[in-house]
């Protein structure tokens, strides 16, 4: 079975200043897929970032970058440059081979101070 | 461009009614489709998923039910509703690089 795991419930960023929110996952699938989802108040989940089991490079779009370390089983998300707009809750999810569907962790709450 | 809808947005519901969300996509065609749940500070569980017209995948046992009449309509029902059927439901779909997309979710109250 696949598990994610994110050990921070709560994080504080200065705004401007870089963040890392730590995703640590579990799986025999020797191929799978990482995935970053926002979710802001209103509960709309947006997706963020994907990285793939066999990608070589770590995946980039924009300010979120993924710190991806296969051997330690790792997935973090890096927000770069935060924004009062960043406040919300982060949530990481793996996609498993056969049904094509979502685990996900149990999230992260990120606020941005001014 | 692809649109995910879910309606309705907000439902408040008594013990033992029943209960009918629905959710439908635009813009793409055979999609598989998928109901989550979230708890109140929780991450999503997966519920149902759907891979065509009358496929359903069921993950959770519970008194919920899904069902898929059409390609791009995916409905979750239930003939009596329990108070831990609370919730916000998402439905999603799955598009390139196999991410799944959200609909913008039905917070459901049961009383």
């Known amino acids: 079975a696949q598990k994610i795991t994110q050990t921070q419930p709560g994080m504080f960023v200065q705004e401007k200043e870089a963040v890392t929110l730590d995703c640590t996952y579990d799986t025999s699938d020797p191929s799978y897929g990482l995935f970053w989802y926002k979710q802001p108040s209103s509960g709309e989940m947006i997706f963020l970032i994907y990285q793939g089991s066999y990608d070589q490079q770590n995946a980039t779009e924009g300010r979120y970058s993924l710190n991806f370390q296969k051997a330690r089983k790792s997935a973090n998300l890096v927000i770069s440059a935060s924004q009062l707009g960043d406040s919300a809750m982060y949530f990481c999810?793996?996609?498993?081979?056969?049904?094509?569907?979502?685990?996900f962790g149990s999230g992260t709450r990120l606020q941005v101070q001014p | 461009s692809q649109t995910i809808h879910q309606w309705p947005a907000t439902l408040v519901q008594p013990v033992g009614s029943p209960l009918s969300l629905e959710c439908t996509v635009e813009?793409?065609?055979?999609?598989?489709l998928y109901w989550y749940r979230q708890a109140a500070g929780r991450g999503l569980q997966l519920l149902f998923y759907s891979v065509g017209i009358g496929q359903i995948s069921s993950e959770v046992p519970q008194n919920l039910s899904a069902s898929r009449p059409q390609d791009r309509q995916f409905i979750l029902s239930s003939k009596k509703l329990l108070l831990s059927d609370s919730g916000f439901y998402l439905c999603a779909w799955v598009a390139s690089r196999e991410t799944q997309y959200f609909g913008p979710g039905t917070r459901l109250l049961v009383l």
């Open positions: 999810a793996m996609r498993d081979t056969g049904r094509r569907a979502l685990t």
């Open positions: 813009g793409t065609s055979n999609p598989n």
